[in-house]
């Protein structure tokens, strides 16, 4: 059994910032790529930034020079540093991991809702 469970979100004025936090517990052997993902209403999931076990990075051109993602994986959690927030950031946020258990498998997070006011 594993669970990601997401932290962070709220209600931001543009301009402002956030931290997004997804911890990673359960049976886990090992976790490959982590992300983030949004899904703004009546639009499709779609993806923010991921990052590998090795630290490489990818960004959705929407955020990129915005956003920064990071893992710890000592403690098998990854985090979304948002800055320069815009309305058009509001959606809800998913955290997403591969986790070995030793079966690969996709785990998602319940998600967490990130408000931006303008």
């Known amino acids: 059994q594993v669970q990601l469970v997401e932290s962070g979100g709220g209600l931001v004025q543009a301009g402002g910032s956030l931290r997004l936090s997804c911890a990673a517990s359960?049976?886990?052997?090992?976790?490959?790529?982590m992300g983030w993902y949004r899904q703004a209403p009546g639009k499709q999931r779609e993806l923010v930034a991921t990052?590998?076990?090795?630290?490489?990075?990818n960004y959705a051109d929407s955020v990129k020079g915005r956003c920064t993602i990071s893992r710890d994986n000592a403690k098998n959690t990854v985090y979304l540093q948002m800055n320069s927030l815009k309305p058009e950031d509001t959606a809800v946020y998913y955290c997403?991991?591969?986790?070995?258990?030793?079966?690969?498998?996709?785990?998602w997070g319940q998600g967490t809702q990130v408000t931006v006011s303008s």
């Open positions: 990052i590998t076990s090795g630290g490489k990075t």
């Open positions: 997403n991991a591969l986790i070995r258990q030793p079966v690969l498998g996709a785990y």
């Open positions: 359960g049976s886990i052997f090992s976790i490959n790529a």
